[in-house]
């Protein structure tokens, strides 16, 4: 968004900040209790709100969720970042025609006014259209990392209860996975789209820091918290054509590549496979593990963070077990 908006409207709120080269400094805190301030970065992409973070705790703020810890209206909040002037059904056309997955099994929601079951939501609307009921999914996604940076790549199928991911081809919408807060099978929590091939392709969440390959969309999403570049596999089983776009994305980035996968059998061999195929390229790949928990988002939430693992493991001889192609 345009900072200078966001300037003159904590000015005229009597929000106290300083300005610096490259920063919004906010004399207050809500994480910390006003005792240190947060810094929001001037220099904001095109349609996403401003971010940064706290001095003291290192919590990650935008402008979006700041004003609305602060306790200003969500409709002003969604005005100010462009977000006022879509209702929920212009906002779901605007996102393209999505045919949504039949219900798995009996849908469990909160009772709340009929939704149509045609349609996806963005996930601030939840908060920002009055005549939005509440949502446990919406709710969910924001305690699992949801920030307005997401805005079109996390939705929100009220109907299902479940958090959509997106994944797009440059701006083309070229498939979806689903997560389910209460599946009919606890041991099948996802569902990707009918004729989406999720071994082809990979869902990124940019970020400066290094490509970070974790395996469900929500670890991912905390490795952008972290301030990785984030990169969902689907899964462990990482496919050839998979690696090979993390190899494509190394040598264009020139970063370094990282993995977190869950702390298993299957993550360990998806570690294996990814660093087996770009060790041939010159790209090495290390791994990290959660504090605490048994993936980033588990970490993440928990306030904690993740240490660096090095491995020595020769991989000259490669044992390359890539995931199924279909």
Not at 244 to 273: H, M, N, P, W
Request: one cysteine or more; glycine letters at 10%.
């Amino acid at each position: 968004m345009d900072a200078e908006k966001f300037i003159d409207f904590i000015d005229q709120r009597g929000i106290e900040y300083r300005l610096t080269d490259e920063s919004i400094i906010l004399n207050e805190a809500p994480c910390c209790g006003g005792q240190k301030k947060i810094y929001l970065f001037r220099e904001g992409r095109p349609g996403q709100p401003l971010f940064g973070k706290c001095y003291k705790c290192d919590t990650t703020w935008s402008s979006w969720t700041y004003l609305r810890e602060m306790g200003y209206d969500l409709g002003e909040i969604g005005q100010l970042h462009g977000e006022s002037t879509l209702t929920h059904t212009e906002a779901t056309d605007s996102l393209g025609s999505l045919d949504l997955l039949e219900p798995v099994g009996t849908v469990v929601t909160k009772e709340t006014k009929p939704v149509s079951t045609g349609q996806v939501f963005l996930v601030s609307h939840f908060y920002t259209v009055p005549e939005m009921p509440d949502s446990e999914a919406a709710a969910y996604a924001i305690k699992s990392g949801w920030t307005p940076a997401q805005l079109d790549t996390i939705l929100i199928d009220h109907h299902s209860n479940s958090v959509v991911f997106v994944c797009y081809e440059g701006e083309a919408i070229i498939g979806y996975q689903r997560r389910f807060l209460h599946p009919v099978d606890p041991k099948n929590k996802t569902k990707t789209v009918q004729g989406f091939k999720k071994t082809q392709h990979i869902m990124e969440y940019a970020n400066k820091g290094d490509i970070m390959v974790c395996e469900g969309p929500f670890t991912a999403l905390s490795a952008w918290h972290y301030g990785f570049h984030a990169v969902c596999t689907f899964g462990a089983g990482v496919s050839e054509k998979q690696a090979e776009l993390v190899k494509q994305l190394a040598i264009s980035t020139g970063k370094s590549v990282g993995t977190a996968f869950d702390l298993d059998v299957a993550g360990r061999k998806g570690y294996k496979t990814l660093a087996t195929a770009l060790y041939w390229e010159g790209v090495p790949v290390y791994k990290i593990r959660p504090e605490t928990g048994n993936d980033l988002n588990d970490s993440w939430q928990a306030g904690k963070g993740y240490v660096r693992i090095d491995d020595n493991e020769d991989l000259t001889i490669p044992d390359l077990k890539f995931g199924g192609l279909i």
